[in-house]
């Protein structure tokens, strides 16, 4: 029996995800920003790379209000022709729908670039605990993290739903997350190996 590919994946770990009742996702939503803010490598971060979330995503929306008035520079990606641009915001008001309904910062916003940005996080549909990560499958931000010239904690938020025992398939192209924050656990991917 052939294993299962990242297309039957991701079609399981949205239906799991897309399962969780709206308020339960957004209890388990606060109790992963609350482990984000306690790491040392959020903490210290002076730019944060967020993601506006958007339908079943662990929710962001907190994450990045509170960061902006922390004083932290908030970069958010915003959909492009061939990837993902970043930009910068500095309030909700920097924001508009974009692609797909999702949010995005405006094109009037101070474009950024992913080298400004001391820790990422990054969105994703399935995990496993050795950080591979099954995204949407247009492969932005395996793109996006491709140009980082310099070593940034790339930390992805995920609900326990959403991550799989047996290590997922990982294609050459694909960048491994170096830590995974859950409700229930924070995950430093790297010791896990590959």
């Not at 609350?34 to 490598?41: D, F």
């Not at 094109?107 to 400004?116: D, K, L, P, Y």
């Not at 950080?131 to 995920?158: C, F, M």
């Amino acid at each position: 029996m052939q294993p299962p590919d990242k297309s039957s994946i991701r079609a399981d770990a949205l239906k799991k995800r897309n399962a969780i009742p709206e308020a339960q996702r957004l209890a388990k939503s606060g109790e992963i920003a609350a482990r984000l803010a306690a790491m040392r490598q959020f903490g210290a971060a002076r730019t944060v790379l967020l993601y506006a979330s958007f339908k079943s995503e662990v929710d962001t929306s907190g994450l990045i209000r509170e960061s902006l008035e922390a004083g932290r520079k908030v970069l958010l990606p915003r959909v492009a022709k061939d990837g993902l641009e970043v930009f910068e915001i500095k309030g909700p008001e920097d924001m508009e729908k974009g692609v797909w309904g999702i949010p995005e910062p405006k094109r009037s916003s101070r474009a950024a670039g992913v080298n400004e940005a001391d820790v990422i996080i990054v969105p994703g549909v399935a995990f496993d605990s050795a950080g591979a990560r099954v995204g949407y499958g247009k492969g932005y931000y395996d793109r996006l993290l491709a140009n980082l010239e310099h070593p940034v904690p790339l930390i992805a938020l995920s609900f326990e739903a959403q991550m799989y025992n047996n290590k997922l398939p990982v294609s050459g192209h694909d960048i491994l997350m170096d830590f995974i924050i859950t409700e229930l656990r924070t995950i430093e991917a790297r010791k896990h190996g590959r």
